[in-house]
């Protein structure tokens, strides 16, 4: 497809787990984003790639919380010993990399912890 | 840290009317954009601003990057009921950088 795509669209799990995210962006898309939308809010940023490497890690709210993007295109969000306080909507998004081009974001993973 | 206020926080309107909602900040933003999303789907883009002062349509939507670049407004004209939704504003530091989004606001249209 043309747009970004993550899977899974739903995931279920019991407190305690580990979770993977995986985020597949626009073709040729050097920029992916990751975010976190709660209920009734807007997305919350957690982490910037450009390329392989983790421009922006700031958003990450603790150490439970890693992502990678090995060969520069599909990016994975794990989540070690998830927390109840962690079922969101994850969004991923993707972009070229260059100034003045936006962001455009996939239809997220429901994450609901048990 | 930083926040956009977004408002106002909902809306209902009769079809046909105009809209017009904000998004102000007190920390200045070298861009703003304004998404779109319907239940179980990402955000999608509507307008993106990158000047201060620009004014920018798509369609029946016009957007506003506010002169001082700590504000912005979206207008949607003749409202349909697909218009419906969840509108949110984001503003980025720099170009290529994470977003900061508001809170949305929800428009209900009645037919």
């Known amino acids: 497809g043309a747009g970004v795509s993550q899977t899974p669209s739903n995931k279920v799990t019991e407190k305690g787990k580990y979770v993977e995210l995986r985020c597949d962006p626009i073709s040729g898309h050097t920029a992916l984003y990751w975010y976190r939308q709660s209920l009734g809010q807007g997305p919350e940023f957690l982490i910037y790639f450009q390329g392989t490497g983790a421009a922006d890690d700031s958003g990450l709210p603790n150490d439970r919380f890693f992502a990678v993007r090995p060969e520069g295109s599909v990016s994975t969000l794990k989540i070690q010993r998830t927390e109840r306080g962690d079922s969101a909507v994850y969004l991923c998004?993707?972009?070229?990399?260059?100034?003045?081009?936006?962001?455009?974001f996939g239809d997220g993973t429901r994450l609901s912890i048990l | 840290g930083q926040q956009l206020n977004q408002s106002p926080q909902s809306m209902f309107i009769q079809e046909g009317e105009d809209v017009s909602m904000n998004c102000t900040s007190s920390?200045?933003?070298?861009?703003w954009l304004w998404y779109k999303q319907d239940p179980g789907e990402g955000p999608v883009l509507l307008i993106a601003?990158?000047?201060?002062?620009e004014l920018t349509s798509n369609g029946r939507l016009t957007a506003q990057f506010g002169i001082t670049r700590k504000d912005s407004f979206l207008n949607i004209s003749a409202s349909i009921p697909s218009d419906v939704g969840i509108y949110f504003c984001a503003a980025q530091r720099s170009n290529t950088g994470k977003l900061i989004f508001g809170q949305g606001t929800t428009l209900q249209v009645k037919p």
């Open positions: 998004a993707s972009s070229t990399g260059q100034a003045g081009q936006p962001q455009h």
């Open positions: 601003l990158y000047k201060a002062g």
């Open positions: 920390s200045i933003f070298n861009t």
